[in-house]
């Protein structure tokens, strides 16, 4: 089960840096693709848990 003590910007903020690893595009194009996911996870909440896991134990391991 995910960390509920980090807050929603900072989980959303964990999955979009760890799908656009050494992305070098625009702010805006950034937000659209987290705008992407956050309407993905909201249609999919059991993937987005198991994804917000693994992305959170990644963050972890590479802190």
Known sequence: MAD???H???RI???VDRVLVNYRGDPES???VA???LEWAEEHPDEW???QIRCQRRHKALA
């Open 4 to 6: 509920d003590s980090w």
């Open 13 to 15: 903020g964990v999955v």
């Open 49 to 51: 848990e198991e994804l």
């Open 35 to 37: 705008h992407v996911i």
């Open 30 to 32: 950034r937000d659209r």
């Open 8 to 10: 929603p910007e900072e």
